[in-house]
T-cell receptor
Framework: DTAVSQTPKYLVTQMGNDKSIKCEQN?????MYWYKQDSKKFLKIMFS???????INETVPNRFSPKSPDKAHLNLHINSLELGDSAVYFC???????????FGPGTRLTVL | QKEVEQDPGPLSVPEGAIVSLNCTYS??????FMWYRQYSRKGPELLMY????GNKEDGRFTAQVDKSSKYISLFIRDSQPSDSATYLC????????????FGSGTQLTVLP
């Protein structure tokens, strides 16, 4: 009974391609997040949705577009992938924006 | 200067040792403080969550917050090889910003 799940776990693709990562949470939480973790393990928030509404949109290239079809899902679409996009992307959720966050297992993206 | 500073380590201790992990921060608006543990190739896992100055204990783990000094610590008693992981401090403001800011993580190895 996975709380926060992400697919795929690994993604290897060529520069210039478009790819999507999916996230689902079964915790009944209202808030979901996307984070990027670089090779030095630094976790940086990218987006946050509360009740399907975008509440945090950090300085992220326009090539990254989140989409929340419902409160339990938050997907991340990336256009025109670049080498620098290679990282681990984590989805997380919390009951409300100030509450503790629970993370998914991560999607390791490698752009060749 | 980063908002949250954390000694990256690596830190290596013998089994049974007391471990002290520390973070300092500069933003006095931070109100909520968390410690996450991240095993290699896994998502961060919440260990401790606190919002007041003082100590909070949970088993072998004690989280300490000193808001006047802008300093938080995580103590691990009787450390075990299974505690070997990267430990990330994180903090959150109250209000419209509400985004979790992470430290860069401390890599801990507990030697049997």
């Amino acid at each position: 009974d996975t709380a926060v799940s992400q697919t795929p776990k690994y993604l290897v693709t060529q520069m210039g391609n478009d790819k999507s990562i999916k996230c689902e949470q079964n915790l009944g939480h209202d808030t979901m997040y996307w984070y990027k973790q670089d090779s030095k393990k630094f976790l940086k928030i990218m987006f946050s949705y509360n009740n399907k509404e975008l509440i945090i949109n950090e300085t992220v290239p326009n090539r990254f577009s989140p989409k929340s079809p419902d409160k339990a899902h938050l997907n991340l679409h990336i256009n025109s992938l670049e080498l620098g996009d290679s990282a681990v992307y984590f989805c997380a959720s919390s009951q409300f924006p100030e509450a503790e966050q629970f993370f998914g297992p991560g999607t390791r993206l490698t752009v060749l | 200067q980063k908002e949250v500073e954390q000694d990256p380590g690596p830190l290596s201790v013998p089994e049974g040792a007391i471990v002290s992990l520390n973070c300092t921060y500069s933003n006095s608006a931070f109100q909520y403080f968390m410690w996450y543990r991240q095993y290699s190739r896994k998502g961060p896992e919440l260990l401790m969550y606190t919002y007041s100055s003082g100590n909070k204990e949970d088993g072998r783990f004690t989280a300490q917050v000193d808001k006047s000094s802008k300093y938080i610590s995580l103590f691990i008693r009787d450390s075990q090889p299974s505690d070997s992981a990267t430990y990330l401090c994180a903090m959150n403001t109250r209000g419209s910003a509400r985004q979790l800011t992470f430290g860069s993580g401390t890599q801990l190895t507990v030697l049997p």
